[in-house]
C-alpha cells in the first residue's frame, strides 16, 4: 500500500494527490508524515485541507509549520479555518492556546466548535475559563456545550 500511496503523491494529478493525503491520514501512515507536511503550503485549498485531516487524523504535530496554521485560521475558506482550529490544538503549545481561545470568537459555527474541542484536548482548564470569561458570547456558549459533552 504505502509504495502505491507514495507514488501517488509523487507523481499523480490533483485527484491523485488528494487520495493520498486521505488514505495517509485515514490508515495511519505515520511513516508518511514528513510528506504530508509541505501540503501545508498547497495553493489548492482541497489539497491543503487534506494535509491537515490526515496530520490531524494521525495525531502528528505539523512543529515548524505554525505560521501556515495560524494563516489558516484567518482564510476566507470556513473549512480550512476549521480544519486548523483542529490541528493547532496538536502543537499543544502557548502559541497553539492562544490562537485557539481567538478562534472562539470566529463567525462560523464549526470553526468555534474545532477551537472549543482543541482547547478541550490540550488543557480542559483552560477551556473552562473560555466557558467562564470568553468575551465573545458565541465562544463562551461553544466552550459551555463542549464541557457539557465532554463529562
Do not use: C
Not at 507514495?6 to 507523481?11: D, H, N, P, T, Y
Amino acid at each position: 500500500m504505502t509504495p502505491v500511496v507514495e507514488a501517488f503523491l509523487s507523481r499523480g494529478g490533483r485527484e491523485e494527490v488528494w487520495a493520498a493525503l486521505e488514505a495517509i491520514g485515514r490508515l495511519k501512515l505515520v511513516a508518511l508524515a514528513e510528506r504530508v507536511l509541505p501540503f501545508l503550503d498547497h495553493p489548492d485549498p482541497e489539497l491543503k485541507a487534506a494535509a491537515m485531516r490526515a496530520l490531524y487524523r494521525m495525531r502528528y504535530p505539523p512543529k515548524g509549520y505554525e505560521g501556515l496554521l495560524l494563516a489558516a485560521l484567518k482564510d476566507e475558506q470556513e473549512f480550512l479555518r476549521a480544519h486548523a482550529a483542529r490541528l493547532m490544538a496538536l502543537l499543544g503549545n502557548e502559541l497553539a492556546q492562544r490562537a485557539l481561545w481567538k478562534a472562539l470568537s470566529d463567525p462560523s459555527f464549526y470553526v468555534r466548535r474545532a477551537a472549543a474541542e482543541g482547547l478541550l484536548l490540550m488543557n480542559r482548564g483552560f477551556l473552562a475559563r473560555a466557558a467562564e470569561g470568553h468575551p465573545d458570547p458565541f465562544g463562551r456558549a461553544m466552550a459551555q456545550q463542549v464541557l457539557r459533552e465532554a463529562a
